[in-house]
């Protein structure tokens, strides 16, 4: 099963994307680890990476698309897919159709977390006690709140016209979450859960 999470920065896609993965066994691929991970490395791409990650913009699609093409094409992949940060804009839904079309493994379902703006700065506020993150400081979480309004939160139109997508509520404790995109997971495929 192919699942694509969408949600605001702090809306806790990652936090479930892991418990998912844990559930029902399927890799949980971020690309925002990801590029962390490059970044840590010190490979090229992580050296592009940085600077743009540090001002909370986006790195652009063909450098995402090859990204995530390498991940898809592992093997731990081909049984299915939590995706968490990918698709990103409209641009990089289109080709994530493409290339899923190519591979004959289309997305089966997208799950979008909702939350309000100020959960989403007490969350990131949170994370940052523990986290370390560079790109969780207060000017950079409001550059990413604006990018992904401007250009992550069409995604959600682009799932629902396709009939794929569902919305849960995501202000609730992580268990009352959980279960509620387990539900949605489990009326639509019956059994998956069990
Ligand atoms: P995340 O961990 O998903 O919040 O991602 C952290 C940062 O990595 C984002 O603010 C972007 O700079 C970059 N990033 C992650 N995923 C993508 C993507 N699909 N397209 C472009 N940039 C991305």
């Not at 680890?33 to 010190?42: G, I, N, Q, S």
């Not at 682009?158 to 489990?186: D, P």
Request: aromatic share 2%; charged share 30%; glycine share 8%.
């Amino acid at each position: 099963m192919r699942i694509v999470l969408l949600g605001a920065p702090g809306s806790g896609k990652g936090t479930q994307a892991a418990l998912l993965q844990e559930r029902l066994g399927l890799p949980h691929i971020s690309t925002g680890v990801l590029l962390r991970k490059a970044v840590e490395d010190r490979t090229p791409l992580g050296q592009q990476a940085n600077a743009i990650i540090d001002r909370g913009e986006l790195v652009p699609d063909d450098v995402m698309l090859e990204l995530i093409e390498q991940r898809l094409g592992e093997a731990d992949a081909q049984k299915g897919f939590l995706l968490d940060g990918y698709p990103r804009n409209l641009s990089q839904a289109q080709s994530l159709d493409k290339l899923l079309e190519r591979l004959g493994q289309p997305v089966d379902e997208a799950i979008q977390i909702d939350i309000d703006p100020e959960s989403v700065i007490a969350r990131i506020a949170k994370r940052a006690e523990t986290e370390d993150r560079s790109d969780d400081t207060e000017d950079v979480v409001r550059n990413r709140m604006q990018v992904y309004e401007e250009q992550t939160a069409p995604v959600v139109g682009y799932y629902a016209e396709r009939g794929l997508l569902t919305r849960v509520l995501g202000t609730g404790s992580i268990e009352e979450v959980l279960r509620l995109i387990l539900s949605v997971l489990e009326i639509e495929h019956p059994g998956l859960t069990a």
